[in-house]
């Protein structure tokens, strides 16, 4: 059974950072491509980056790019997402899928 777990969120203000990570089993990790979304309250899936086996990242929403960051430990079945220079339109649920399966997310409150 393909398990997803994201850790990490919490509670900033605008300017601040966190790291979330997101742990993989039930699939061959190494070879995974894997993405993070997030979901703003009262609005859909926003789909923010990829990050391939070998570590490449494919950004997919501008509003981030440039101030996240992905990586990935495949000894660790672990993938990071460095949020940095956050703000508060960055509240959210943040997810990692594979797939289509997500995780159980992870919320991120950006509030000044």
């Known amino acids: 059974e393909v398990q997803l777990a994201e850790s990490g969120g919490g509670s900033v203000q605008p300017g601040e950072s966190l790291r979330l990570s997101c742990v993989g089993s039930?699939?061959?990790?190494?070879?995974?491509?894997m993405m993070w979304v997030r979901q703003a309250p009262g609005k859909g899936l926003e789909w923010l980056l990829g990050?391939?086996?070998?570590?490449?990242?494919?950004f997919y929403s501008d509003s981030v790019k440039g101030r996240f960051t992905a990586s990935r430990d495949n000894d660790k079945n672990t993938m990071y997402l460095q949020l940095n220079g956050l703000k508060i339109e960055d509240t959210a649920t943040y997810y990692c899928?594979?797939?289509?399966?997500r995780g159980q997310g992870t919320q991120v409150t950006v509030s000044s």
């Open positions: 899928t594979r797939n289509g399966i």
């Open positions: 039930g699939f061959i990790w190494h070879g995974a491509y």
């Open positions: 990050i391939s086996s070998g570590g490449a990242v494919t």
